[in-house]
């Protein structure tokens, strides 16, 4: 939630840690904070000056009919403070907001988190059929449908948004520092928006269907990988993880069943016929089997693969399915027996007629 300027707040410092800072001493003598290991004893604990600030229902209280909050601060209490968030973001607040929520300032703005536990659907436990989902850096995501999704678009913004950076960064004028401040993170709520766009069109397409999602297991991509210095820029900037992430929370709401399948030689294997062979690749969009002839879109043959051995995964049954480490999905790992994510109502968009909005 983006609180407005219609009341102003005390300075995050004052507000978030003053009171916290002077009881640090007596409450780690009474045993109620320990230092974390391997911190020194005699180096004082300190909060960040714009770090967040948890508050409960006694600190903090929602009128969401009214758009404003009360919040407690060192102070005094401040009352009817405005919020703003769109008309989805408010439904969730008022039926599913439990537990605390989190004061952050960034930029010159207060925004406000608030924990929501949005029940799931019941988990398909038959699912007729696997769409497969192969991301990549120059195609975000294709559908094993045939559906390439955002294409170079994300690509075209990144390229823009570095170069740029570059060129406010070699002036190094006041203005031109302005600038970049202005312009921090804004690439990174760009691909956000566009992740969340792509896992919703996903899902629902799945949910619809009555067909699970099968993904690949990524895990640890970019320590196996070794890049040429021109394309080390884009291979860091791709976030598949967090596409990856949109994608499991949204299915477990919706009760898709995901699968993470073993990604080795998705893109060198035939989709018809099964031969493996690295010339199949013959470039970046196309693959052409050097046994059986057959020709397809690259991206498009590697997603018919994932879809392949998620089914035959699948078919297995759960208990020959690998048991996952905690918190880490791994090959074969049914999203839908992860822990329940934690879903945060987040700062509204304003998006133009027909857009696609997150949720």
Not at 53 to 58: S, V
Not at 109 to 132: I, K, Q
Request: proline letters at 8%; glycine letters at 6%; charged letters at 30%.
């Amino acid at each position: 939630m983006a609180l407005t300027a219609g009341q102003p707040l005390r300075d995050p410092g004052a507000m978030s840690h003053g009171v916290a800072d002077a009881r640090l001493p007596e409450l780690v003598e009474q045993g109620r904070l320990h230092h974390e290991e391997g911190h020194d004893p005699e180096k004082p604990i300190v909060f960040r000056p714009q770090g967040a600030q948890p508050y409960d229902d006694r600190m903090l209280s929602w009128q969401i009919p009214d758009r404003t909050v009360s919040i407690w601060t060192t102070g005094g209490r401040a009352k009817n403070v405005p919020f703003t968030a769109s008309a989805e973001q408010l439904a969730t607040l008022a039926l599913f907001r439990k537990g605390e929520s989190d004061l952050l300032e960034r930029d010159g703005m207060w925004f406000l988190y608030a924990t929501c536990e949005v029940p799931e659907a019941e988990p398909n436990a038959n699912p007729v059929d696997f769409l497969g989902v192969d991301l990549g850096i120059v195609n975000i995501a294709t559908t094993s449908d045939g559906e390439i999704l955002a294409r170079r678009e994300l690509n075209r913004i990144r390229t823009r948004e570095r170069g740029l950076r570059a060129k406010l960064q070699r002036k190094n004028t006041p203005s031109s520092k302005r600038r970049l401040k202005k312009r921090r993170r804004k690439e990174a709520r760009r691909a956000k928006d566009i992740n969340h766009k792509i896992a919703k069109h996903v899902v629902a397409e799945a949910e619809r269907t009555g067909r699970g999602i099968a993904l690949e297991d990524l895990t640890g991509i970019r320590e196996r990988v070794r890049l040429r210095k021109p394309q080390r820029a884009t291979h860091s900037s791709w976030s598949f993880a967090q596409l990856e992430q949109f994608i499991a929370y949204k299915a477990r709401r919706a009760g898709v069943p995901v699968v993470y399948v073993d990604p080795a030689y998705t893109s060198r294997t035939c989709a018809e016929c099964g031969h493996i062979d690295k010339a199949n690749r013959v470039s970046q969009a196309w693959f052409a089997c050097r046994s059986c002839g057959f020709v397809d879109h690259a991206d498009r043959n590697s997603s018919r693969n994932i879809r392949a051995r998620a089914w035959e995964l699948w078919r297995r049954g759960p208990h020959q399915r690998p048991l996952p480490h905690p918190g880490q999905p791994g090959p074969g790992l049914d999203a839908n027996y992860a822990p329940p994510p934690v879903v945060p109502v987040v700062q509204a968009r304003d998006l133009s007629p027909g857009q696609l909005t997150p949720s």
